[in-house]
T-cell receptor
Framework: DAMVIQNPRYQVTQFGKPVTLSCSQT?????MYWYQQKSSQAPKLLFH???????NEADTPDNFQSRRPNTSFCFLDIRSPGLGDAAMYLC????????????FGPGTRLTVL | KQEVTQIPAALSVPEGENLVLNCSFT??????LQWFRQDPGKGLTSLLL?????REQTSGRLNASLDKSSGRSTLYIAASQPGDSATYLC????????????FGKGTKLTVNP
């Protein structure tokens, strides 16, 4: 019944060691988003894909990359995680119409040692 | 730059009380506003979505209002229950054609039995 799935739910990595977070959806939505949420902070959009079109937020660090190989899957790659990258990473999807709701996954909690 | 503020940051009420959560935004040129619920360590669940042309939306014990011209929205929860304990976030969509949601930091609600 799950619609937006994120794996793993908890990820521990070492400082500087590349890590990939995964998101998949069963909704066949056109748009997939990645948000970063630090403790007690508002979720912050990193980037999104509208179909295959990648849209990066201006203040997203170069350390963060994304791939969307097909409609169902989207990946977040952190090339060299720093201690400041420890956060909850939320994936969301929407149909892409202006009146849309965004549907969120359960998140991946990233810890950087 | 759009900024979303939620006051108070935390609220504690006894079970059964009616309560109001507040959200304000600096740029009234929004397309819609959405209220989400977030349980500890979890993703976001959409509660209500109000289009900019609407004044309010209702779902069960929840009622959300929108006053776009004054940059304010409220979420009214009737007859609160301990299961309502969570963080409530509001988010505004910048405009037609923009996929970006700008979130507030949320109000952490505790309903005491």
């Amino acid at each position: 019944d799950a619609m937006v799935i994120q794996n793993p739910r908890y990820q521990v990595t070492q400082f500087g060691k590349p890590v990939t977070l995964s998101c998949s959806q069963t909704l066949n939505h056109n748009v997939m988003y990645w948000y970063q949420q630090k403790s007690s902070q508002a979720p912050k959009l990193l980037f999104h894909y509208y179909d295959k079109d990648f849209n990066n937020e201006a203040d997203t660090p170069d350390n963060f990359q994304s791939r969307r190989p097909n409609t169902s899957f989207c990946f977040l790659d952190i090339r060299s995680p720093g201690l400041g990258d420890a956060a909850m990473y939320l994936c969301a999807t929407s149909k892409g119409q202006s009146t849309d709701t965004q549907y969120f996954g359960p998140g991946t909690r990233l810890t950087v040692l | 730059k759009q900024e979303v503020t939620q006051i108070p940051a935390a609220l504690s009420v006894p079970e059964g009380e009616n309560l109001v959560l507040n959200c304000s935004f600096t740029d009234s040129a929004i397309y819609n506003l959405q209220w989400f619920r977030q349980d500890p360590g979890k993703g976001l669940t959409s509660l209500l979505l109000i289009q900019s042309s609407q004044r309010e939306q209702t779902s069960g014990r929840l009622n959300a209002s929108l006053d776009k011209s004054s940059g304010r929205s409220t979420l009214y929860i009737a007859a609160s229950q301990p299961g309502d304990s969570a963080t409530y976030l509001c988010a505004v969509r910048k405009g037609s054609g923009s996929e970006k949601l700008v979130f507030g930091k949320g109000t952490k609600l505790t309903v005491n039995p």
